[in-house]
């Protein structure tokens, strides 16, 4: 694991830059919907997504943010999967700007939000970052359907037929699974990619993943009183960090709560992958803040993968909060977006 040790001074500014952006969210929010964040409800929560994922597009405005517009091809397109009748699915994809005649590694991406918010923008400096910053791969960030709209079980299978599109696909957008097929993704979209990776150990022969990414992770229904004591032992961060400001802990659980998942299908490795057989998985890259209630799902995650002989690299962003990237002022933002790009190469060249 490679931990950044923040100095008292970088420290000082990034707790300066959160303040600052959480400011002019909270200006936003009060003008729009008479409420102060942080969010304490489900509708709060899914409004400040939207709002952070409408600021990211104006970074692209600034010289700063320039590469990560002039070195990424960006289209929006809407698909079909065949097996979802009666409705298009919303992706965008991103491709270096001097794109190779020959094919590319493809990337399956999964945006955050909890299930229920989130969408394409509020991914959209990270899934750019990842090219910009010099990995060469094809990334198709798609936008399944939310909870609120859809039964839990929907969600997840819309995540795994998006898979199953892309393996036959890939070739449409430049894209060739032979030189890496990988599945990504933060928070919930994080729990989307690894659950598509176990199934497609458990489901598909012919699909062969070859690096999962998983920014800030949630892989279990927590709480659960039939989580194993060690491992309960080893998510203290959801006491330890359960009032942070970001995302605490009670919003988390009525998040989890909104899914409705019955009590058997909580444990079911193919719906939450920390309950799964985890060997004979693909090498993972995972990103973690600190300040996070969720946080030691990840590092229990990565631990259960390594005792499982999985490949493992991680990234541990100490004294950030909840999905920090998403708030592009701050300085540690765009150091990660590097970090993100070489984890991605990391996946996409085994030797290394």
Not at 10 to 31: G, M, N, P, Y
Not at 195 to 224: E, H
Request: aromatic residues 10%; contains cysteine; hydrophobic residues 40%.
């Amino acid at each position: 694991m490679t931990q950044f040790k923040l100095s008292e001074e970088w420290k000082l500014a990034c707790c300066i830059s959160l303040v600052t952006e959480l400011s002019l969210i909270d200006s936003q929010f009060e003008r729009n919907n008479s409420v102060s964040p942080p969010p304490t409800t489900i509708d709060d929560y899914q409004i400040i997504k939207a709002q952070r994922g409408a600021l990211a597009q104006e970074c692209l405005k600034r010289d700063a943010f320039k590469p990560l517009v002039d070195d990424v091809q960006v289209e929006n397109l809407k698909i079909s999967l065949p097996e979802v009748v009666g409705h298009r699915f919303p992706i965008r994809i991103y491709r270096p700007s001097l794109t190779p005649e020959e094919k590319l590694p493809i990337m399956l991406y999964f945006h955050g939000g909890y299930w229920c918010a989130g969408d394409a923008n509020s991914e959209d400096l990270g899934c750019r970052a990842i090219i910009a910053r010099g990995s060469e791969v094809i990334i198709v960030s798609f936008f399944y359907r939310p909870v609120t709209d859809v039964p839990w079980h929907t969600v997840f299978s819309d995540a795994e037929y998006a898979m199953k599109w892309l393996a036959s696909s890939a070739q449409e957008f430049g894209g060739d699974t032979s030189q890496g097929f990988l599945i990504g993704g933060a928070e919930s979209g994080a729990h989307l990619a690894a659950l598509c990776a176990v199934r497609a150990r458990n489901r598909y022969p012919n699909i062969r993943l070859t690096g999962q990414v998983l920014i800030v992770p949630t892989l279990i229904a927590w709480p659960d009183p039939q989580i194993p004591r060690d491992w309960a032992d080893r998510l203290k961060s959801h006491v330890e960090h359960a009032d942070d400001p970001v995302l605490n802990e009670t919003l988390y659980e009525k998040l989890v709560e909104k899914l409705n998942v019955f009590a058997d299908a909580r444990r079911d490795g193919d719906n939450f992958p920390m309950w799964a057989d985890l060997r004979d998985l693909p090498p993972t890259y995972l990103a973690m803040d600190e300040c996070d209630p969720t946080r030691d799902q990840g590092f229990l995650y990565e631990a259960l993968l390594s005792e499982a002989g999985v490949r493992t690299r991680t990234d541990f962003y100490p004294g950030l909060p909840n999905m920090f990237v998403q708030f592009p002022d701050l300085p540690t933002t765009a150091i990660a977006g590097f970090h993100l790009s070489v984890g991605v190469s990391w996946l996409l060249n085994p030797g290394t």
